[in-house]
């Protein structure tokens, strides 16, 4: 019997440790500013894009990379973190019109790496698609 109640107590434990993860919040984000290089495609495109790289500054609260979208504003409807990983989803206003984006990006100490995807919509009689890859590192302290 001593070894079913070992076994349940391990079982509870991890569980339990499950459940409070889940909610855990992005605590683990270096804020500052980060540097990301980024290489996009656009659907339709025959060739790949170059690496273009962008600076800007997260912080916990705001850990969703937007510089590469080259966005006015953006109106986030959904944000998820799973131990290391941030997913959004988000709306934004550019040059070009509003687009919607959808990505993750993983934390891992002074470094991260993740993609994105923005839906343009009918540009040029097809839907335009555009997909980030992106890695990133910490600078430093924000600049502002």
């Known amino acids: 019997m ?3 109640k070992n076994r349940l107590r391990i079982v509870v434990v991890m569980v339990v ?15 500052g500013q980060w540097e990301f290089s980024v290489k996009q495609d656009i659907s339709g495109l025959p060739m790949g894009g170059s690496t273009v790289v962008y ?7 705001q850990p969703i ?5 080259q966005a006015s504003s953006c109106d986030v409807s959904s944000v998820k973190t799973l131990y290391h990983t941030v997913s959004w989803k988000m709306t934004c206003d550019t040059d070009n019109g509003r ?13 991260a790496s993740g993609e994105s ?5 009918n540009t040029l009689g097809r839907d335009t698609t555009v997909r980030y890859k992106f890695t990133a590192r910490r600078l430093g302290d924000c600049s502002n």
Do not use: H, T
């Open 2 to 4: 001593g070894m079913w």
């Open 55 to 61: 600076s800007e500054c997260l912080s916990d609260p």
């Open 117 to 121: 995807r923005s839906y343009a919509g």
């Open 65 to 69: 990379p937007r510089s590469f979208i």
């Open 99 to 111: 687009v919607y984006n959808e990505g993750k990006i993983n934390f891992r100490d002074l470094k």
């Open 17 to 31: 440790w499950q459940i409070s993860s889940v909610g855990m919040s992005a605590d683990f984000i270096a804020g």
